[in-house]
């Protein structure tokens, strides 16, 4: 499998790095590339020589680089936007799983570290790099190109979500935001955006919805601006006294009421799905979406009956 990943220029071409990057760091980075495809390639879990390994040589990049080389360059600009596909279920090794499962030992890793230092790469790093990465052409809506890499970034930071490598889900209002926050004129623009929101709400919708239900409030509220459309529905919800942006109970069913009226039509004039077809994943959405709503709902009973025994 290793032989099936080409290798970046802008990691293995000095002229096409980052003119920031040291002569080092550079070496670094093309190290990395190829530790990182050995390991994901051998279908079997990381063991302590991977960690230690990849722990060594992410020492020679500076620490407040590592967000913008190892996660945004190596990592999903040459490794992930190079892996097709989704993570396997539990138990079964594929390359993408092997990958998040050594990112979530890394960060979780005090191997060869003196007590009290943090680790070599931080859920800060990932989170950055994600953000830097969320900017490049191809993944974000707001870019002009067709965003072909938006289920790529969304697989990869939804499965960091899922596995408790990070805590912030501000990604998945972005997902959120991408899909159902915005018109669109191409009916298989919107079906690509789609993908992504299936993403999260498979792998996260529960625990998401349990925040949402708690009160979470959003550490930088920047991050949660609102789309287009879903200002205006505050607009003739609240007049002139909008919420801040955040994630709330009133956006997710602003969400839940778009992805609904997108397995009929897509509003604002847009072009008609094709949503009676099997595997509509509009229709998935908005079941799974409802399943969320009930799970919540048995929970809270069980806890209420549980209360009243006691």
């Given amino acids: 499998m290793a032989s099936l990943f080409l290798e970046p220029d802008?990691?293995?071409?000095?002229?096409?790095?980052?003119?920031?990057?040291?002569?080092?760091?550079?070496?670094?980075?093309?190290?990395?590339?190829?530790?990182?495809?050995d390991i994901i390639s051998r279908y079997r879990p990381v063991d302590r020589k991977d960690v230690v390994t990849f722990s060594i040589v992410i020492s020679h990049i500076r620490p407040a680089m590592r967000a913008e080389y190892v996660i945004k360059n190596v990592i999903f600009r040459g490794i992930i936007l190079q892996i097709t596909g989704i993570p396997?279920?539990?138990g079964t090794w594929s390359p993408l799983a092997i990958l998040f499962d050594l990112l979530r030992i890394i960060v979780n890793c005090t191997i060869c570290l003196p007590p009290g230092k943090p680790p070599l790469l931080t859920e800060e790093d990932i989170e950055w790099g994600l953000r830097s990465a969320y900017c490049l052409p191809g993944v974000g809506s707001?870019?002009?190109?067709?965003?072909?890499?938006?289920?790529h970034f969304h697989c990869f930071t939804a499965s960091m979500y899922a596995l408790n490598v990070m805590d912030d889900p501000?990604?998945?209002?972005?997902?959120?935001?991408?899909?159902?926050?915005?018109?669109?004129?191409?009916?298989?623009?919107?079906?690509?955006?789609?993908?992504?929101?299936?993403?999260?709400?498979?792998?996260?919708?529960?625990?998401?919805?349990?925040l949402i239900k708690r009160g979470f409030e959003p550490t930088y509220k920047a991050m949660y601006y609102h789309g287009n459309?879903?200002?205006?529905?505050?607009?003739?919800?609240?007049?002139?006294?909008?919420?801040?942006?955040?994630?709330?109970?009133?956006?997710?069913?602003?969400?839940?009421?778009?992805?609904?009226?997108?397995?009929?039509?897509?509003?604002?004039?847009?072009?008609?799905?094709?949503?009676?077809?099997?595997?509509?994943?509009?229709?998935?959405i908005a079941t799974n979406m409802n399943v969320i709503a009930k799970?919540?709902?048995?929970?809270?009973?069980?806890?209420?009956?549980?209360?009243?025994?006691?």
């Fill in 170 to 210: 501000s990604f998945f209002v972005f997902a959120m935001r991408d899909a159902l926050e915005r018109g669109w004129d191409s009916a298989d623009h919107c079906n690509n955006f789609l993908d992504s929101v299936n993403q999260w709400i498979l792998q996260c919708g529960k625990r998401i919805y349990r």
């Fill in 88 to 90: 396997l279920p539990p």
């Fill in 295 to 310: 799970f919540w709902e048995a929970e809270q009973r069980e806890l209420v009956k549980l209360g009243n025994e006691k």
């Fill in 10 to 37: 802008y990691i293995f071409l000095r002229h096409k790095a980052d003119y920031h990057m040291l002569d080092l760091e550079f070496a670094a980075c093309k190290s990395l590339f190829w530790i990182i495809t």
């Fill in 142 to 151: 707001q870019q002009n190109d067709v965003a072909v890499h938006n289920f």
């Fill in 229 to 284: 459309l879903y200002e205006l529905e505050l607009e003739k919800t609240y007049g002139s006294h909008r919420p801040t942006p955040g994630l709330t109970m009133h956006r997710w069913e602003f969400w839940k009421k778009r992805v609904e009226d997108t397995m009929i039509f897509l509003v604002d004039c847009e072009r008609p799905l094709q949503v009676m077809t099997q595997g509509n994943l509009a229709r998935q």
